[in-house]
């Protein structure tokens, strides 16, 4: 089973690559998903969060309010870290599991962890393939700002508080420009999924 990592910043396209692997035939398994999954209500993943950063914020219905824990972190790196040392080895268990149902669903299954924290979380993680998905910063902006309806300075906030552009490259096997149009993001991942064979080969033992 190839088990390839896709990752990129804020509005880099990411989804859309992973959407397009999907339409492939490629097993999709969404980190962000896994995330909401783990800290459900009820789930040991929320009890430990409020202990650490106060029952409020859990909302009236049992839920996390995200927004509320957002921004009592946002912008402090030992709130992240206490926050990331709760989830990321939920995360990485609940990940785990998910690759081994499509495993064992399909043995031949190429599975895609579309994983935005790479670079911060799983990067020595034995991935056969890493694809990053790269825009510039003032693309991303415009986009965030355009697409999703942000001030310029929540856009620029959101941007800065992720890994710097030059580590996700530093990692990546394949870099897929999604500066362009959608048509041609889509034409790259289409290439991709052609020549994936003679990647994977490439980077096995003994490969060339």
Do not use: C
Not at 2 to 15: D, E, M
Not at 59 to 85: E, Q, T
Not at 149 to 171: K, N
Request: aromatic content about 2%; charged content about 25%.
């Amino acid at each position: 089973m190839p088990l390839i990592a896709l990752t990129g910043g804020i509005a880099s396209g990411k989804s859309t690559i992973a959407s397009r692997l999907a339409a492939h035939g490629a097993v999709i398994v969404d980190a962000d998903a896994i995330v909401r999954d783990v800290q459900r209500p009820g789930s040991p993943v929320l009890t430990a969060i409020a202990a650490a950063f106060g029952a409020d914020v859990i909302l009236p219905d049992g839920s996390l309010d995200r927004g509320g824990l957002g921004s009592r972190v946002f912008g402090d790196p030992d709130a992240i870290a206490r926050l990331n040392a709760i989830v990321h080895p939920a995360v990485r268990a609940e990940s785990a599991r998910r690759f081994a149902a499509a495993v064992e669903d399909d043995a031949d299954a190429v599975v895609v962890y579309d994983v935005p924290l790479l670079v911060e979380a799983r990067a020595d993680d034995p991935w056969e393939l890493i694809v990053v998905a790269h825009a510039p910063a003032e693309v991303r902006l415009r986009r965030l700002v355009e697409l999703r309806g942000m001030t310029e300075a929540d856009a620029a906030a959101r941007l800065a508080s992720q890994v710097d552009d030059r580590a996700r490259l530093a990692i990546a096997d394949v870099v897929i420009d999604t500066a362009g149009d959608i048509d041609d993001t889509l034409r790259q991942t289409d290439e991709l999924w052609a020549g994936l064979p003679a990647l994977l080969d490439a980077r096995a033992p003994g490969g060339r």
